[in-house]
């Protein structure tokens, strides 16, 4: 099992904090959710009494996110999470919610698989630039979702600088002009 695979091991200390195994240092919260945006699984284990805390964390990362103002579930999925506790059994919630998470995680990877595949629009100048900047709008809308797609690798990262950015947008505008000639 390659390292990207296996669960990244965060031990909690008595004194609450979080210590990456791998990396032989203290992370937060933050740190760990930037893990899992970054397509890393993460496991959280107690150091005194082995209890995976795994699920307690990420609950309260959300609960995080979401006191700062970053809804990430509407409120309407909230009454139905909480609905769900309610029922005896945990009702059918969990197992729709995962399935629809892999759902959308297949369905990003055949979007890529076919953005990938050889079409005539990937001779055209700038279509390297709208096909980065599709894979970082996927990310951003679906929040950096782990799955076989975690967003452009690091050579296609989305523009860092505002030569970059001033690049793509000249790069379009050439696009957009070729394709209105087209019509």
């Known amino acids: 099992m390659s390292e990207q695979e296996k669960p990244l091991l965060i031990k909690r200390y008595a004194s609450r904090r979080l210590y990456n195994t791998e990396t032989s240092d203290y992370v937060t919260l933050e740190d760990i959710a930037a893990f899992i945006r970054d397509g890393r699984e993460v496991q959280i284990i107690d150091l005194k009494t082995g209890d995976d805390l795994t699920r307690q964390y990420l609950l309260q990362i959300i609960a995080e996110h979401e006191s700062r103002g970053e809804n990430v579930l ?50 055209m100048p700038g279509f390297e ?53 087209l019509n």
């Open 129 to 181: 630039a709208m096909k980065a900047q599709q894979q970082a709008f996927l990310k951003a809308m679906t929040g950096g979702l782990s799955g076989a797609w975690s967003g452009p690798d690091k050579e296609g990262d989305a523009p860092e600088s505002k030569e970059d950015l001033d690049d793509i947008k000249k790069q379009l505008a050439e696009l957009q002009q070729k394709l209105s000639k």
């Open 74 to 123: 509407p409120v309407n999925v909230l009454n139905d999470l909480v609905r769900s506790y309610m029922i005896p059994g945990g009702g059918m919630m969990p197992q729709f919610l995962q399935s629809s998470f892999e759902m959308l995680r297949e369905s990003q990877s055949k979007m890529m698989e076919n953005m990938n595949a050889m079409n005539p629009m990937s001779q």
